[in-house]
């Protein structure tokens, strides 16, 4: 059995993506890692990061993101799908730049590969998810926030990643152009793993945080229309930090030394209400905030609703 880990990116390091610790975190299970890296701006140093690893399994494909010609985020799908062209592995083991594994989890997927391999039914793994928010002590809960994803796909030339590639569907006879299409693409057939995603996309300085949301918006709307929010991102804030879920476990430790940059805890709240000068986050609106209690006062954590993109084989 052979394990591929892919990723893609551009000016990952300049956006304060943690790429260096999301690669090391799969290495010991895997047998290549890819990573389509776009044409970045010459202060990033992404690439400077990715070589540091100093590991043969690591192999960089320069892209160049062409945004006119996947517009709405669909560039995102397109690099995902360059990085997977290039994999050689039977399970492709897909991490965005600020996805990480914890080492407790490695020996878990690996023999969930295993048992699988020949269950050509099984198209993919699903994977829960935990996603961080303000700093490294507390992440979401709330309804809004999808609770798992497919990480793992077989080496299917018919797999593609999808929309702004969050996930991937079967889409036989593919243009290479259209990631958001629904007509003519189906679900993948899933497997759950017993395993985390620790997502780290929404840790950062305020300040990085605002440049990380203004250049998703240039992906999914253009300069243009990241050009009318700009009033959005000069006062975004985390908001009260009480209102999630504290997070009392560890961390990978692939993580330490880019936890030991945190130092922004004088910018955060961590009490009192939401500011009324700013739009809400989606979890502190009052109907996800009724959701979320249901979910998990009433219904043991079951998900009410919602979309999910895969269906869920009893395996």
């Not at 709330?142 to 702004?164: A, L, P, Q, T, V």
């Not at 700009?230 to 999630?244: H, I, W």
């Not at 009052?286 to 869920?312: S, V």
Request: proline residues 3%; positive net charge; glycine residues 6%.
């Amino acid at each position: 059995m052979k394990i591929s880990g892919f990723t893609m990116g551009k000016n990952v390091d300049k956006l304060y993506y943690p790429i260096k610790p999301a690669i090391i975190s799969i290495l010991p299970i895997v047998d290549e890692f890819i990573v389509a890296l776009g044409k970045s701006d010459e202060d990033d140093k992404t690439r400077e990061q990715i070589e540091s690893i100093n590991s043969n399994k690591v192999k960089i494909i320069d892209t160049v993101w062409d945004l006119d010609k996947y517009p709405n985020g669909m560039e995102n799908a397109h690099q995902t799908d360059i990085a997977k062209s290039h994999c050689t592995g039977d399970w492709l083991f897909y991490l965005q730049a600020d996805e990480v594994i914890h080492e407790k989890y490695l020996p878990v997927i690996k023999k969930r590969c295993q048992e699988l391999l020949n269950d050509k039914e099984v198209e993919g793994l699903l994977f829960r998810y935990k996603h961080f928010w303000g700093d490294y002590n507390h992440y979401h809960t709330s309804h809004k926030w999808y609770k798992h994803e497919i990480r793992i796909i077989r080496n299917d030339h018919e797999i593609h990643s999808w929309e702004s590639a969050q996930s991937f569907r079967r889409i036989p006879d593919f243009d290479g152009i259209h990631y958001r299409q629904q007509e003519g693409t189906y679900k993948l057939k899933v497997a759950k793993v017993d395993a985390e995603v620790y997502h780290y996309g929404w840790v950062r300085p305020p300040s990085l945080m605002k440049k990380k949301m203004r250049a998703l918006d240039t992906i999914h709307k253009g300069e243009s229309g990241a050009e009318k929010k700009s009033d959005f991102y000069r006062n975004f804030d985390y908001g009260p930090l009480n209102q999630l879920t504290k997070f009392n476990e560890s961390h990978p430790e692939v993580m330490n030394e880019w936890i030991k940059k945190f130092d922004w805890q004088d910018e955060l709240q961590y009490t009192g209400k939401p500011s009324k000068t700013r739009k809400k986050h989606a979890h502190e609106r009052l109907k996800y905030r009724l959701l979320t209690w249901i979910e998990q006062n009433l219904l043991g954590g079951k998900t009410l609703g919602g979309f999910k993109n895969y269906i869920l084989l009893n395996r």
